[in-house]
Structures are given as structure tokens and as C-alpha cells.
């Protein structure tokens, strides 16, 4: 029998087995590795398609004023994101890291690092690290077991080796990827915290530069930033920042991804549920080569409404320049020194008749559109422009509290309009406490209701508030709404009142009839803003009604063509003394006829009422100049507060006023009347 089996034919069979499986086992290879997407890898899968789910952010409403002219609108934008996981898989991890950083630097574009150390030898952590930077660094000690107090430069020590940063590689570049790597890995022992976005609001020449480099882990999204079309009103418009964990807790079961942008103040903040809109979805098919084969939108992205504020933003144009420019001047003044500067103050102006606050001002302020790049500088300056003092500033009111002392005493019966008080300059009935008057060592001689608001007797008001009684002083004053905030949507403080309970809280210390005196012409611990001390004027000047103060109007749809909210005017109470309050007018016409404020408003040619204020500062010998006024005083329109820290005295300060007045009366008959879904340009 033939033997099929020889030795020669088997080996020639193996071997023509093993170049076929060889063959087979290169293309395979070369079909799953070699020529795979790299975000496919990692998965040895030959996929020719991968599909993923994109959010389509929903365009946000624009910001506009009273008169619809535009202040804020959104463009698009680019950020650069980093993917961990992918950059891990890389194996040159850090090198990539140290070239964005560098590429970044270079183009001027400016890149998150919220590592709490500081940027250069000899390294030391951060002297403003905030609570939540805080936070994330001891959860990240926590997590490795590393000592709390370890220092500074010992910790760049172990993450360098951490993090396996070549010994060749310089300290300042190894800072600069720890940085971007701490950025990542917090995340990972925090999963609360949105996505590390690099940079945000890129250029479009740094974004094609990025694809061009194709460095992986690097990708680039699509989003929306703000555009700012003035200048001011920038405490009252505010901006919007990603989402950090606290604003998650809040905005995550609404729907909003981790990484989305929402308002952190302001009106953007205060109105985020009208102008944020409903985001959508899309779904993305991407080839083996990563280009996009298909894309299907699933959900269709509902856009934000258009929120129109109350504020008129010609008169806070107004109001800003006005008051930055007096405080230029009063610091121009030779006899003041470096620390007499007036370094702030504040304007406020409502309608007596609805509550809407027309402007508010604070200086110094900000650009809100470079706010990013200003934002540490800003953080650091001494005269805190970041501070809205129109609703954030408390300041002792003065002699502008005298109409709420007036009021208690009418209704005590202390006095009657016509009750004659003899201004002796020195009040002597305290031992321990004999304040003046301010025109001591002259007098006033004998004064009525009206003429101390007049001629702003402070003899006359010792003797009728500490008649009266603390009590029935703070008790009125809370119907003004003093001490309480004023129900603007914005970000406001309540300030105090002078009263025996605050005194004991904060001092330990038991009330005397020297407290009384003094919270009598608006001192002591009575501490109001300026939008208070607006609201408080204004419920004087439309007769009793207490009106809670807002910032927005109205809300329409995206496209203009309907009102989705229209704000009505909400009454807190009213005060019934209309007899009295008619005294208190009478008094505060007076003033600027006749009395401490005639200099300016004597011969204005509309008829105003206003009360003058001077406060003696706790740290300057410069008094603080406070001011509150309406206008026309037989059919209010505006009621203006002012307040300039430094000022010198309130008669000094009212011009900023009349220049507010000047700009709200010849412009009134001029006022642009704009059709539904027309802006002004």
C-alpha cells in the first residue's frame, strides 16, 4: 500500500498553513488595531461606525430695557474640552498637556487651573484660595492619604512623581501639568463636578489650530457666550459661568448637563428659568475615520425668552457718569489725602407709582465684557468694584431718616404740624450724652415740623424721638421697608435698624437715651442701602403706598411675538396717615425751595422735594454724603436716593442728582415708543 503520509508533504502542508494564517492574522490586525479611530482602541473592535448623543443648547433670550433697546445677546462660541480617559491612553500624556498649555499662553488665550498653588518657585498655596477650591483640595489629600499640612513644595514633590513627570522637565512646566492633570483627577474624586472645560469662548483661529494638531483628548464644542452692547449696568445685567456643584444641586434636576453655562448674578441669574430655554439632542454617526456620516435630531431645542428690565438704560448711563464723575472731582481736591479719597457710592432711582427701579449705579464699576480677563484684578482692588453698593452698601441715612422720626411723633402726639420746639444747640437732658445741633454754636430758634425739615434741625428731632420712644421709631421705619430687603430679584442685603434687641446682639451692651438721640437723625446702628433709602422716599412722595421694589417688566417669546410675563405692581402696605404725611412733604418741599437744598433745586424749573443728609464715618473725618429726593412734588415720576461714601455732606452730593433729573425730564417727551419685536439700535 502507497504511504500518503511522508515526511516531505507534511512539512510542506504546515508550512503553506502557517503563511495563510499568518497572512489572515496581519490583515485582521492591521483591520482592528493599526487602522482603527483611536477613540476605538481601546475596544480592539472593526466598527466602521460609532453614534453619540450631542446636546443642542437652546439659544438664550436676549436682555433688553424699558424701551427695548438691546443689552445683552448671545453669539456662538467655542471651548476646548480635555478627556481623560483618552489623554491616559496616550504615551506622551504629559507632553500633550505642556503643549496646549504653551499653544494656549502664546495665542493669549486664557485656560482653567484652579490648583491652589501658586504658579512659580518658591511654591507656596494660594493666600484667596476659596472654600470650594478648599474643598476639592482636601478630598483630593483625603483620597491619596496624604498629610492635611503637608507643604506646598512637598506636594509639587509627590505629584510629580505621581503624575510621572520626567526629571528633565522644568518646575515651571511641571506646575503647568499638575495643574491640568490635578483638573482631571478631581474630577474623577469628585464626580459632582461638571466636565474640565480647558478654555471657554475661544477663537475660531485657535479652534481650527487645535483640529489642525489633532492632539487626542482634545476636542472642541459648540456653545453660546454672552455680548454685551453697553458698558454699564453691569452689576445689574451680571454673567453667566459654568455650572460648579453647588449651582448642579439647584439646576440638575432640571435637566441641565453638568457642563452648562447658567447666570451667577444679576439679572442673568435672577431670570435663568425665562432665558436659559430647553436644551435638545441629537444623535451623531461618525465613520472609522471619524468623519460625521449622519446626524439625526431627536429632540428639537426650544429657545429662551427675551426678558425686558425696568431700568431705562439711557438713565443709567446717566447715573454712572454722573457719579464717577463727582467722586473724580472730590478726590481732585487738594486738601485730601490718600486716606480721605472718596472711594465709592451709589445712585438709585424708582417710579413712585409702580415700584420699578429705573437705574441703579455703583461706583467704581466694571466692563462685563472683559470681566474673564479682569476678573483677579478686579478681585483685589481695595475700592471693591465687584460690590453692587446700590443694593450690597450699608450706610448710615442721616439726617434723610428725620421724616420717619416725624412721623412717630405725629402719631404719639409728641407734636402736632404747628408744635413750636426751641433749638437751644445743645441737647442736655443726658448726662452722659449732649449731642449739638449742627449749626451749634448757633441756633434755629423755634421750629415746627416743617421748618426742621427745612432747615434740618437736629435739636428739634432729639427732643421729639426721645419723647417718642425707640420703639415707635424702628416700628415706622419698618413700614418704609428700612432694614428690610426691598424684593428686587437681584442679590440684595437687608441692612439694620437701631433698635435695643440689635444693639445687645451685636455689642452686648444695654440701650441709653444717648442710642435714642442718635437713632433718632438716622444714626447709631440704622444701616440702609441705597435702593432702600429710594423706596423709602418714593412711599413718601405717592402718599403711603409701599411698593415692592422689581427689576423686570416683562418677559416675551423668543421671536417677539407675545408676552409670556408681565409684572404687576405688589403693594407690601399702605400708610393711612395721609394728614401727617402731607406734613412731612410739606417739609421735604421746604428744603429744596427754601431750606438746605435750595442751592441747587431752589429755581429748578420742576418742582422738587428732598431731604439732605451728612453722616459722620467711623474711619475718615470726611463725612458721607446721603441724599434722597422726588420729583415733580405735586406728580411724582422718580424718586432718587444718593449716596457718596466721603462725600462731605449731603448738600455736596445732591448735583448728581439734578444732573439724573436734568436727564430724565428732557428726554421724557422724546422717548422712543418701540413696536412689538423692533429693537433700538
Known amino acids: 500500500m502507497q504511504n500518503f503520509y511522508k515526511p516531505a508533504r507534511i512539512i510542506t502542508l504546515f508550512v503553506f498553513m502557517a503563511i495563510v494564517l499568518s497572512f489572515y492574522s496581519a490583515v485582521l490586525y492591521r483591520m482592528q488595531v493599526y487602522s482603527a479611530p483611536e477613540t476605538l482602541v481601546e475596544d480592539l473592535m472593526p466598527l466602521s461606525k460609532t453614534t453619540r448623543t450631542e446636546i443642542l443648547v437652546a439659544d438664550r433670550g436676549d436682555i433688553l430695557d424699558r424701551n427695548g433697546v438691546l443689552l445683552v445677546s448671545s453669539r456662538p462660541s467655542y471651548s476646548v474640552s480635555l478627556n481623560r480617559a483618552a489623554l491616559l491612553m496616550a504615551s506622551d500624556t504629559n507632553e500633550i498637556l505642556l503643549g496646549l498649555a504653551h499653544y494656549a499662553t502664546e495665542r493669549g488665550v486664557a485656560y482653567r487651573d484652579t490648583f491652589p498653588i501658586t504658579i512659580g518657585a518658591p511654591f507656596t498655596y494660594a493666600y484667596n484660595m476659596s472654600d470650594t477650591q478648599r474643598d476639592r483640595l482636601n478630598k483630593y489629600f483625603e483620597y491619596f492619604n496624604l498629610e492635611p499640612d503637608i507643604s506646598a513644595s512637598d506636594l509639587i514633590v509627590w505629584l510629580k512623581s505621581h503624575y510621572g513627570i520626567d526629571y528633565t522637565t522644568g518646575i515651571a512646566d511641571a506646575r503647568l501639568i499638575i495643574g491640568l492633570r490635578y483638573e482631571m483627577e478631581i474630577r474623577v474624586i469628585i464626580p459632582s463636578i461638571p466636565t474640565f472645560v480647558f478654555a471657554d469662548d475661544v477663537d475660531v483661529a485657535f479652534v481650527s489650530e487645535i483640529k489642525e494638531s489633532s492632539w487626542p483628548g482634545v476636542t472642541v464644542s459648540t456653545g453660546v457666550a454672552r455680548e454685551y452692547h453697553t458698558q454699564y449696568a453691569a452689576h445689574l445685567l451680571g454673567y453667566l459661568r459654568r455650572m460648579d456643584a453647588a449651582d448642579y444641586e439647584i439646576f440638575g434636576p432640571l435637566g441641565y448637563p453638568m457642563d452648562a453655562f447658567v447666570g451667577k448674578t444679576g439679572a442673568e441669574r435672577a431670570f435663568e428659568e425665562y432665558l436659559h430655554g430647553v436644551d435638545g439632542e441629537q444623535i451623531v454617526t461618525t465613520g472609522a475615520d471619524g468623519s460625521v456620516v449622519d446626524v439625526v435630531v431627536t429632540k428639537e431645542p426650544i429657545p429662551g425668552g427675551n426678558v425686558y428690565l425696568t431700568i431705562d438704560i439711557a438713565l443709567q448711563e446717566t447715573a454712572e457718569n454722573a457719579l464717577a464723575e463727582f467722586i473724580d472731582l472730590l478726590n481732585q481736591e487738594p486738601e485730601r489725602g490718600e486716606d480721605e479719597r472718596a472711594m465709592g457710592g451709589a445712585v438709585a432711582v424708582t417710579d413712585p407709582e409702580t415700584g420699578e427701579l429705573l437705574a441703579a449705579a455703583s461706583y467704581p464699576s466694571f466692563n462685563p465684557a472683559t470681566l474673564a480677563q479682569d476678573i483677579n484684578a478686579l478681585s483685589q482692588d481695595l475700592a471693591t468694584p465687584l460690590v453692587n453698593r446700590a443694593m450690597q452698601g450699608m450706610y448710615n441715612p442721616g439726617s434723610t431718616f428725620k421724616m420717619v422720626t416725624g412721623l412717630a411723633g405725629l402719631r404719639a402726639g409728641v407734636i402736632t404740624r404747628w408744635t413750636q420746639i426751641d433749638d437751644l444747640g445743645r441737647y442736655t437732658k443726658y448726662k452722659d450724652y449732649q449731642p449739638k445741633c449742627w449749626i451749634f454754636p448757633g441756633t434755629h430758634g423755634y421750629e415746627d415740623i ?14 421729639v424721638g426721645d419723647d417718642t420712644g425707640a420703639d415707635r421709631l424702628w416700628q415706622t421705619a419698618m413700614e418704609f421697608g428700612l432694614g428690610e430687603k426691598t424684593g428686587l430679584e437681584v ?20 440701650w441709653y437715651g444717648g442710642d435714642t438721640l442718635l437713632a433718632s437723625i438716622g ?48 403693594v407690601r402696605n399702605v400708610i393711612e396717615d395721609t394728614e ?53 412734588s405735586d406728580n411724582p415720576q422718580l424718586a432718587i436716593s444718593v449716596v457718596v461714601e466721603k462725600g462731605g455732606s449731603g448738600a455736596a452730593v445732591m448735583e448728581i442728582s439734578r444732573v439724573v433729573m436734568d436727564s430724565y425730564f428732557k428726554s421724557e417727551q422724546a422717548t422712543t415708543i418701540v413696536p412689538e419685536g423692533v429693537l433700538v439700535p
Open 491 to 510: 442679590s440684595e442685603i437687608t441692612g439694620t435698624l437701631s433698635t435695643p434687641d440689635y444693639k445687645k446682639k451685636v455689642t452686648g451692651e444695654s
Open 580 to 632: 401727617y404725611l402731607s406734613y412731612l412733604r410739606e417739609g421735604m418741599r421746604s428744603s429744596a425751595s427754601t431750606g438746605t437744598a435750595s442751592s441747587v433745586f431752589g429755581n429748578y424749573p420742576v418742582r422738587v422735594s428732598a431731604k439732605t443728609g451728612t453722616v459722620q464715618s467711623d474711619t475718615s473725618v470726611i463725612n458721607n454724603g446721603v441724599f434722597v429726593c422726588y420729583a415733580p
Open 450 to 463: 416743617v421748618t426742621a425739615l427745612r432747615d434740618s434741625c437736629n435739636y428739634f428731632f432729639y427732643r
Open 523 to 570: 444714626q447709631g446702628h440704622n444701616m440702609f442701602t441705597p435702593v432702600q433709602l429710594a423706596n423709602y422716599v418714593a412711599t413718601l412722595a405717592n402718599g403711603g403706598t409701599h411698593y415692592a421694589l422689581t427689576l423686570l417688566r416683562n418677559v416675551r417669546t423668543a421671536d417677539f411675538s407675545g408676552v409670556t410675563y408681565a409684572h404687576e405692581p405688589e
